[in-house]
């Protein structure tokens, strides 16, 4: 009888978080499913329409416009951390002395939440009181930078302040990546006369294709995820010009009462997501399997 | 890909690149460094520095200029006065929401993550991967897909609009990442004492608590370190699911820098931004070698 508990014991310990996700997590991804197929309006209702809110929601401006918004600032934001984050990790790199100091400071960012953030930046790039008011201030009287106003461009001041955020982070992978460099190689290339450029831009940067992938994989994810910041900074606007899915999501949800059609949208997040991450790890459990 | 520490510090790989003799390269590189620094630095400086200056001398203009006269009367106002919603009870009452909802949150989730971590590495069964598998991918999903089904839960449950809903909601939803620490730790443990204990008849719990758990203190803190920060400054759920009296300090922020009755008070903005900041902040400068250590964990997977 001891033996048997004993031997199920790590089940039935294991059994309760598994039992959450199982529930939380997949059942209600399927319950959700199973909405963006009903004609839930206000309230969850189980009359089935079949793909009648995924014909609607591609016919909505509003939701083509929030793709279009999430593929610009998706394509910048993973760009410019990934640039960024690289350049600094080899700057930093060169045996500085202030190294200690200065990592940290690039990092700090990640903790703040988001809201915090665009508290922050919204007011920076407001015309009227930050920067542009401040470089008037300091006699550059034809200094002009609005975009945060600007249908066209507001979306780039969304980048602007994610990049603050993550860039430290995608710093701090690259330059772990290049700690695990073998300076061998390095040393190697040196003797064959490789001037340092070259040896960075012919050996090491081809070397960091794992932290390329990894960092691309973090970004992307989290660029699909982007809603408080949004929210914080720009609230979706100026009109519609920076809403994401995620934010229009939420607003056919909750405040415009299409649950089906704000169902569907989650849903269509949810694919975007697991075709990036869901073959990412299944390489790095194989691999790591074979390890 | 196992990180087993975050950023060696010895060893540069640029360093075997660097040339003597050009020094004006190396002033180059130092001063693009310090620039970034100030970059990184700047929003925090500009919100710390106008939150103690009076309304007046910000419209003035320069947001970079220290105060002219220095005050505390934004601070006070954002904690204990200021309009948020429809009350005027200042940022208080929802800095305590925060903590109420943070503190059991973490903690039931290290703790189950840690014994998830323990049955995955050391006591695995048939299927101990898929689990694995399943409770590593809750991690990435959007939250969106679960929005609507939570709230219908919550609601069910009876706990729609309280604290320890949203400690349910953070529970599960951190469950993954806790998992995935405690499993990439005790998987370098080695299994060898595991067994020999086993060999002296000791049990299941007896195990954990006496060989394992000693030698989990920096696994425990870099859980603690990372739950706290991503459930202090998440936003969704607390916009998606608080009522009046548990609404948490990222949501009543947001309602006090975003509400559009009245002068808006930009330095109360600021004083409240910096009290919202001011945890993850000090978590932050005190233990910030785990905090990067759990966010390396959570991109490259082990």
């Not at chain 1, 980048?159 to 995608?170: E, L, R, T």
């Not at chain 2, 975050?6 to 050009?22: C, D, M, N, W, Y």
């Not at chain 2, 940022?91 to 995955?120: C, D, E, R």
Request: glycine share 8%; net charge positive; with cysteine.
């Amino acid at each position: 009888m001891k033996e048997t508990l004993q031997s199920w014991l790590p089940r039935l310990v294991l059994a309760p978080s598994f039992l959450l996700i199982l529930f939380f997590v997949y059942g209600f991804i399927l319950y959700t499913g199973y909405l963006s197929m009903s004609d839930s309006r206000m309230l969850p209702s189980y009359g089935f329409v079949g793909l009648d809110n995924y014909e609607k929601l591609w016919k909505l401006r509003h939701w083509t416009g929030s793709l279009k918004n999430l593929a610009v600032f998706g394509t910048l934001y993973i760009a410019i951390c990934s640039v960024l984050g690289l350049l600094l990790a080899i700057f930093l790199d060169q045996k500085i002395r202030i190294e200690g100091m200065l990592r940290p400071i690039y990092l700090y960012p990640m903790a703040l939440s988001f809201i915090v953030t665009g508290t922050a930046w919204k007011w920076f790039l407001d015309p009227g009181i930050g920067l542009e008011q401040t470089m008037h201030q300091w006699g550059w009287e034809s200094f002009h930078f609005d975009w945060i106003k600007s249908r066209t461009h507001a979306i780039y001041t969304v980048v602007m302040a994610a990049v603050w955020q993550s860039s430290g982070f995608v710093m701090a992978m690259f330059l772990a990546g290049l700690r695990g460099v073998d300076p061998d190689i390095i040393r190697a290339a040196e003797i064959d006369g490789a001037s340092r450029a070259r040896i960075y831009w012919r050996i090491i940067i081809p070397m960091m294709r794992p932290v390329f992938l990894s960092a691309f994989v973090v970004l992307a994810h989290l660029a699909i995820k982007s809603y408080d910041l949004v929210v914080a900074l720009t609230g979706g606007g100026p009109g519609k010009a920076t809403e994401l899915p995620a934010t229009f999501m939420y607003s056919y949800t909750f405040t415009r009462n299409l649950m089906g059609i704000g169902a569907s949208s989650a849903i269509i997040m949810l694919i975007m997501i697991f075709s990036i991450i869901v073959p990412y790890l299944y390489a790095e459990l194989k691999t790591d399997r074979a390890s | 890909m196992r990180q087993s520490d975050t950023l060696p510090e010895a060893r540069s790989s640029g360093a075997a690149v660097v040339q003597r003799g050009f020094n004006w390269q190396r002033i180059v590189l130092y001063i693009i460094l310090l620039l970034f620094a100030v970059y990184y630095l700047l929003p925090l400086y500009v919100m710390l520095v106008n939150s103690f200056k009076p309304l007046a001398e910000i419209r003035g203009g320069d947001m970079l200029a220290l105060p002219g006269t220095w005050t505390t009367a934004p601070w006070a106002s954002a904690w204990s006065t200021a309009q948020i919603g429809v009350q005027a009870t200042g940022l208080k009452p929802y800095f305590i929401n925060s903590i109420l909802m943070v503190v059991p949150a973490v903690l039931i989730s290290t703790v189950l993550g840690a014994l998830n971590g323990y049955v995955l590495t050391k006591w695995r069964f048939r299927g101990h991967g898929v689990v694995f598998g399943l409770l590593l991918l809750s991690c990435f999903i959007p939250f969106q897909i679960v929005l609507i089904p939570m709230a219908r839960m919550l609601g069910l449950l009876g706990l729609a609009g309280t604290t320890w809903g949203l400690v349910i909601v953070h529970v599960v939803y951190g469950l993954g990442f806790t998992t995935l620490f405690f499993r990439n730790y005790y998987e370098a443990f080695p299994t060898e004492l595991v067994r020999a204990a086993q060999m002296d008849g000791a049990g299941f719990f007896r195990i954990f608590f006496r060989i394992l758990l000693p030698s989990s203190g920096p696994i425990i803190v870099v859980s603690v370190i990372w739950q706290f920060t991503n459930i202090w400054n998440d936003f969704l759920f607390g916009a998606s699911f608080a009522d009046v009296d548990s609404v948490p300090m990222t949501v009543a922020l947001n309602n006090l820098v975003s509400s559009s009755t009245g002068v808006k008070e930009y330095n109360v903005h600021f004083a409240g931004a910096v009290l919202a900041a001011l945890p993850t902040l000090i978590v932050y400068v005190v233990s910030g070698r785990y905090f990067v250590r759990g966010l390396m964990a959570g991109a490259v997977k082990g």
